[in-house]
């Protein structure tokens, strides 16, 4: 179903301190957007950190486009500036899988809070885990925190409790890594999608 063992995480980038609320955010980062570093921003106002989670490998797709290293420099670039940022990768791309890592290196008492947009929170609550409430014992080791993307997220009711709305100050629906990787491809502005400390590592990269 998935992984359960006892793993750290490794860490590229590591803010100062214990957190009692730690925000994750795992992702592909391929390339990181704007729309990540809102999502994280957003996240301080509720975590004590923020830790952004590039797996090594996904439970979905294999590695394609940039690499696990050329991924890790970006977002270490783009993340630099804010102290209470983390970036480490881990072994395991399920939140399952990330949240015992966390578990392992933070301890047992920090609050997990999984930092996601509406469309990544249905993917994950609809996963085939294999077995039908797999899902529901996963999210008693964390919560969600779900940002509105394209629509505000309606959770089941019996993980109502388990999630948290995360608030904007901007509207992040137009932004993903897949509309840069479209435009670079059709030869169109991409640039106003990431953060600027990255534009000549992306064109480097995938133009």
């Known amino acids: ?13 590591r803010a100062a301190g214990r957190p ?12 990181p957007t704007l729309a990540h570093l809102a999502l994280a ?29 050329q991924r890790l420099e970006m977002l270490l670039t783009a993340t630099r500036t804010e102290p209470r ?8 791309g399920l939140y399952a899988d990330i949240a015992e890592e966390c578990r392992e290196t933070y301890g047992e008492d920090v609050r997990l809070l999984f930092i996601c947009g509406r469309d990544a929170a249905e993917r994950i609550v609809t996963w085939d885990y ?3 409430d797999a899902f529901r014992r996963m999210i008693t080791r ?3 925190l779900v940002a509105p993307r394209n629509g505000c997220y309606e959770p089941p009711p019996d993980i109502r409790h388990r999630v948290g709305i995360l608030q ?10 897949s509309q840069v990787r479209e435009r670079l491809r059709q030869g169109q502005p991409w640039e106003h999608l990431v953060p600027p400390e990255i534009v000549p590592l992306v064109r480097a990269i995938y133009g």
């Open 130 to 132: 294999g077995a039908p």
């Open 168 to 177: 904007l100050t901007e509207d992040i629906s137009l932004i993903s890594a």
């Open 41 to 69: 921003r957003a996240g301080l106002a509720i975590a004590d950190e923020v830790l952004f989670v590039l797996p090594r490998e996904f439970p979905h797709k294999p590695y394609e486009g940039a690499t696990f290293h």
């Open 20 to 31: 009692q609320a730690l925000g994750v955010l795992p992702a592909a980062f391929n390339p």
């Open 142 to 144: 964390f919560e969600l």
């Open 85 to 92: 940022f983390s970036v480490a990768a881990s072994a395991g």
């Open 1 to 13: 179903m998935y992984y359960n063992g006892n793993v750290s995480l490794e860490f590229f980038g």
